[in-house]
T-cell receptor, first 110, second 116 residues
Framework: EDQVTQSPEALRLQEGESSSLNCSYT??????LFWYRQDPGKGPEFLFT???AGEEKEKERLKATLTKKESFLHITAPKPEDSATYLC???????????FGKGTTLSVSS | GAVVSQHPSWVICKSGTSVKIECRSL??????MFWYRQFPKQSLMLMAT?????????EQGVEKDKFLINHASLTLSTLTVTSAHPEDSSFYIC????????????FGPGTRLTVT
């Protein structure tokens, strides 16, 4: 059965304190691992899609990496505006629905 | 970037009534749209997959007669919650996959449904 597990559930950081969020997955025939950001009461905002082990993508203070079993979302020198829930999702084939993890809620204080 | 809208953004209805939620892809065509449900502090749970011009595919445990999905065009899908009950209160989110790029999926802002 396809499964996505995110850790930790919640993470509190001081502004400027870098850290990583983990997403481990089991899926047969991965066709994309997705990272989204979700603010309270809003829909998920697309961040990255990774397709193969070794791939990395960056956007501002965020960097996503992928191995055969897990993905990491690295946050460098976070700011309070980075506070949100970060969702990881996988897809088995193009055009099909995403399977989501439960998310990591990040709080960054100044 | 690709934009998906939902209407209404929030709705309050009385128990036993029906409510329709619209999902539109504003700047791209989407053969496939997805409907998710999200309870407070929980992740997104897929309810159904909607393909333009054909019947929706529902996930196990989702009542197709209660959650009616219509995907009449390449830019519009609707979800109708029939005979709503308080336990249907939730955050409903749609997403769409562009016709030109099956690897991408964009989400709408969500609709907060409260059934009293």
């Amino acid at each position: 059965e396809d499964q996505v597990t995110q850790s930790p559930e919640a993470l509190r950081l001081q502004e400027g304190e870098s850290s990583s969020l983990n997403c481990s997955y089991t899926v047969s025939g991965l066709r994309g691992l997705f990272w989204y950001r979700q603010d309270p009461g809003k829909g998920p905002e697309f961040l990255f899609t990774l397709y193969s082990a070794g791939e990395e993508k960056e956007k501002e203070r965020l960097k996503a990496t992928l191995t055969k079993k897990e993905s990491f979302l690295h946050i460098t020198a976070p700011k309070p505006e980075d506070s949100a829930t970060y969702l990881c999702a996988v897809r088995r084939q193009a055009g099909t629905a995403l399977i989501f993890g439960k998310g990591t809620t990040l709080s960054v204080s100044s | 970037g690709a934009v998906v809208s939902q209407h209404p953004s929030w709705v309050i209805c009385k128990s036993g009534t029906s409510v329709k939620i619209e999902c539109r892809s504003l700047d791209f065509q989407a053969t496939t749209m997805f409907w998710y449900r999200q309870f407070p502090k929980q992740s997104l749970m897929l309810m159904a997959t909607s393909n333009e011009g054909s019947k929706a595919t529902y996930e196990q445990g989702v009542e197709k007669d209660k959650f009616l999905i219509n995907h009449a065009s390449l830019t519009l899908s609707t979800l109708t919650v029939t005979s709503a009950h308080p336990e249907d209160s939730s955050f409903y989110i749609c997403s769409a996959t562009p016709l030109a790029s099956y690897d991408e999926q964009y989400f709408g802002p969500g609709t907060r449904l409260t059934v009293t």
